[in-house]
């Protein structure tokens, strides 16, 4: 029984990041929608801590959706660089509006602008309707702060499960597993 995996994952998250050309925080997000239908798509870790993993994004996107329907998750990280993998599973929770409001005063100027102009996961008739949009909020919060827009947010995952992937020789990979029970951690060892 294991206290935290935190430890471990912050050492393998810096070895990404000392390691990989581009994007250490880039995560493989997988929701499932109300009909049971899978989707992955990519996104930003933008926070861990012992309460779980972050990321930002529209909440009402297609995946905000599916969270909505279904709020549990999975992420995968995958850095080649390093050849290293960890699986994250457990229920998603939306962050509080101060945590999104300190991520976003965080974020440059255009990309609030972006983050009011797009209308994410709904079909758009031509990008220069977006790039119009785009223009309208610059005019619009002209000469002063851009605020969260009330559909833009982040969301946490609570890991129930995180699986930790590493190549060795031979194939004979090693997967150590961490399965949350009660306030700690126990570990299985997997087959690769
Ligand atoms: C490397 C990378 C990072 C991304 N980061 C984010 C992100 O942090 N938040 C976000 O909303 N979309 C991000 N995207 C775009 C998403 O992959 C996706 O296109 C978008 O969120 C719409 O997904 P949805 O229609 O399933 O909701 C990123 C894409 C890439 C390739």
Do not use: C
């Amino acid at each position: 029984m294991r206290e935290t995996i935190l430890p471990l994952f912050d050492d393998w998250y810096a070895q990404a990041q000392a390691g990989e050309p581009n994007d250490p925080n880039a995560v493989a997000l997988a929701t499932v929608d109300a009909d049971g239908q899978p989707a992955v798509r990519m996104v930003l870790l933008k926070g861990h801590d012992e309460r779980g993993f972050v990321f930002y994004t529209n909440r009402e996107s297609r995946k905000a959706d599916a969270l909505a329907a279904n709020p549990v998750a999975a992420l995968l990280f995958h850095w080649k660089s390093i050849r290293r993998q960890i699986r994250i599973e457990g229920r998603v929770e939306p962050v509080s509006n101060a945590e999104s409001d300190a991520y976003f005063a965080s974020r440059s100027r255009d990309s609030q602008l972006g983050a009011w102009a797009s209308d994410q996961s709904r079909p758009l008739d031509a990008r220069e309707t977006f790039e119009a949009r785009f223009e309208a909020m610059k005019t619009r919060f002209d000469g002063g702060d851009v605020p969260r827009p009330p559909h833009w947010g982040g969301y946490r995952v609570i890991p129930a499960k995180i699986e930790f992937w590493q190549d060795r020789a031979h194939r004979l990979h090693e997967r150590r597993l961490f399965v949350r029970a009660g306030d700690g951690w126990d570990e299985i060892l997997l087959y690769p």
